[in-house]
């Protein structure tokens, strides 16, 4: 198997992650944009194949999910995979530095919280399923 091969093995599995814990595929500038219009709240797990942080950042966003207070909406943007999209998504992120994995948490379109990788990488997993839940306890409503 060539290198390629074994990312692109690596890119749909993790995409595969993020669409089984609920998240919508995001792919370009225009879907982002849709998105991101929708009112209420929006979790946007900003994926990677980063193993360590990407692989505790996806299974952490599908526990955090079951909780008294969740987002309205789910969606992902693919760092070094689909740029454009990710471009985008950025541009709402206004005070916060680009990084990836990540979280950030919108409302009516505007970002108001995020943790950034170094907030998920060497932590627990269940660390970081306790700080998405505290973001959806600020700003969620309940379910």
Not at 108 to 134: F, N, P, T, Y
Request: with cysteine; net charge negative.
């Amino acid at each position: 198997m060539d290198f390629q091969m074994f990312m692109n093995d690596i890119v749909d599995q993790a995409r595969k992650e993020a669409e089984a814990a609920g998240f919508e595929q995001l792919r370009t500038p225009e879907e982002v944009e849709d998105a991101f219009k929708r009112p209420g709240t929006t979790l946007v797990l900003v994926n990677s194949v980063c193993g360590c942080a990407g692989g505790i950042a996806r299974p952490a966003a599908a526990h955090a999910i079951h909780y008294d207070k969740v987002p309205n909406h789910m969606v992902t943007v693919f760092a070094g995979q689909d740029r454009e999209a990710t471009e985008k998504a950025r541009e709402y992120f206004v005070g916060f530095p680009p990084s990836s994995p990540s979280f950030a948490l919108m409302k009516d379109g505007k970002c108001v919280a995020m943790l950034h990788r170094h907030d998920i990488e060497g932590s627990e997993q269940i660390e970081v399923v306790q700080k998405l839940q505290g973001l959806f306890e600020k700003y969620c409503d309940e379910i």
